[in-house]
Every structure is written in C-alpha cells, then in structure tokens.
C-alpha cells in the first residue's frame, strides 16, 4: 500500500502562485508514476500534471501547459505542483495521485482509472 498525503492550496488572487504538495510513504519502490488531478463543483476529475518516478519526465494538460510545473523529490518521496498566472477556472480539489505497473504506457498517464493511490486532495480557490 502507498499512502499520499497531500498540503498546501488555499485561497489565491487571480494571477497569483500557489504551491501544493504530496508526500507519499509506505511501498513507495511501487511507485512508476505521480500525478495530480482536480475535481471542480459539478465537473468530473480530470488529469493536470504527472511526472516519471524515475526518469522525472513530465506531461501536462493543455490547460496546464506553461503555467504550472511538476517536480518530485525523490529523497523525500514527495511531488510538487507549482501553480503560477491561477485562473478562477483553476478552481478545484486538488488530489496527488500514484500508480504502478497500470501505467505501462504513457497515454495511461492522463486517465485516473490506472492510478491504483489517491490522497484525500486539497481545495485551491483562486478568487477574481
């Protein structure tokens, strides 16, 4: 088992920056790739950042793309999101996710169905 535990978010200017992070512990060697979905009020879960346990490559959505980076620490076993230039749509809980094998390939990367862990996420609110 992999246990993720996600900090940071809150409440941010438009424009502005947030940082949030995830720690994972427990069978953490499992791990292949992390990412970070968000859920908005009454939108389904989609797919922000992952990045490569390993090789540390990363995949952005578009909406994602330029604006926000994905970083892991492999020392710490924790992953970053750095979000700069928040739009009010960034509006969302935020959840670190991780998975193993299941992610074979790196189209998988961009679904949440193949990410076997998910933390309890936290809310980013991003006020105009």
């Known amino acids: 088992q992999v246990q993720l535990v996600e900090s940071g978010g809150g409440l941010v200017q438009a424009g502005g920056s947030l940082r949030v992070s995830c720690a994972a512990s427990?069978?953490?060697?499992?791990?292949?790739?992390m990412g970070w979905f968000r859920r908005a009020p009454g939108k389904e879960r989609e797919f922000v950042a992952a990045?490569?346990?390993?090789?540390?490559?990363?995949y952005y959505a578009d909406s994602a793309k330029g604006r926000f980076t994905i970083s892991r620490d492999n020392a710490k076993n924790t992953v970053n999101l750095q979000m700069n230039s928040l739009k009010p749509e960034d509006t969302a809980v935020y959840s670190c996710a991780a998975g193993g094998s299941a992610l074979w390939d790196t189209r998988n990367y961009y679904s949440d169905k193949p990410y076997a862990y998910w933390g309890q996420g936290t809310q980013v609110t991003v006020s105009s």
């Open positions: 427990g069978l953490t060697f499992s791990i292949k790739v």
């Open positions: 990045i490569s346990w390993s090789g540390g490559s990363t």
